[in-house]
DNA sequence: GGCGATAACTGGAATAATTCTTGATATTAG
DNA sequence: CTAATATCAAGAATTATTCCAGTTATCGCC
């Protein structure tokens, strides 16, 4: 199997530019960390996380390039009840299973060719510009 | 004609106990204001909205209300995006459209006999307890 | 009806996540 | 190189919510 591990001596190249967004190293770091740990961080857990290699970093600077990851379709930002914001690198349509017992969260998608404006009952002339699903359990 | 329209003059009636929560005064009037006037309101809208007709009333005790009718199961708690809490009465499965336009926000129910959990592919094992789901846009 | 125990309420202080503000730095365009 | 613009840092401010301490209401029982 040569899958390529992430291999956390080897930097992961982020480009100077995604999506009309430049990448300062602020961002580079940000996203990098992002697409290399894939567990949905909060500001502050991506903050913790890549402060040490970045050594004048403050947390709003991580906000405010979150938030001009999120405005630029970069990432995706997702929200849980009213607990903290956190991010996910993943863009394709998906919605978040959060296992109350481990406190993980797991992405899931729909089954192939269904959409949920398809299954619902939505009030006349409903254009739908975003979908967010949440599910809350755990697993057996 | 013996049926009970709603009247405004006339106070609708809550029973002193539902679902083994003890009915105080300001859960009256708090729960009789969330089935009056159905349109998700906050905790800080329900406050301005009774706070004249139950003098004393403080706006940590709407939250602790919100908060024990939420627990048992009376009303249900929604979140939209990182916005303050929402409250509704309606206990049946649903999901919230809002249209971004107006600010309105309109239940959304399954197609009938269609489940969440039918159309996702949900991470094996998973039990799910509680589902949530919101859809942004407008109305043509 | 009175009385202690328990539950609920009030008002203000405290907290957590996030945003704002101001001045410093870096980057790009010319 | 220099001006204009974008980004960043640090701390203050804001917002929604929760906590705390003291008071009030309600319940069960004699």
């Known amino acids: 199997m040569v899958s390529k591990a992430p291999n956390p001596a080897v930097e992961l190249e982020i480009p100077d530019e995604i999506s009309g967004l430049r ?3 602020q961002r580079q770091h940000i996203y990098r960390m992002l697409i290399q ?3 949905h961080p909060t500001a ?8 040490d290699t970045l050594p004048n970093l403050s ?4 906000y405010t390039c979150l938030d001009a990851m999120v405005k630029h379709g970069i990432i995706r ?3 849980f009840d009213r607990g903290p914001s956190r991010f996910c690198p993943n863009l394709a349509e998906h919605g978040h299973f959060h296992d109350d ?3 993980i969260i797991h992405d899931v998608t729909f089954r ?3 959409h949920l404006e398809d299954v619902l009952d939505l009030p006349p002339g409903a254009i739908v510009k975003n979908v967010e699903f949440t599910l ?3 697993l057996v």
């Open 23 to 25: 990448m300062t190293r």
């Open 37 to 39: 740990h894939r567990d």
């Open 44 to 51: 502050n857990d991506v903050f913790m996380r890549i402060k």
């Open 59 to 62: 947390l709003a600077t991580v």
């Open 77 to 79: 930002q997702v929200n």
């Open 101 to 103: 017992a481990t406190g």
């Open 112 to 114: 192939p060719g269904i």
């Open 136 to 138: 809350r359990g755990h």
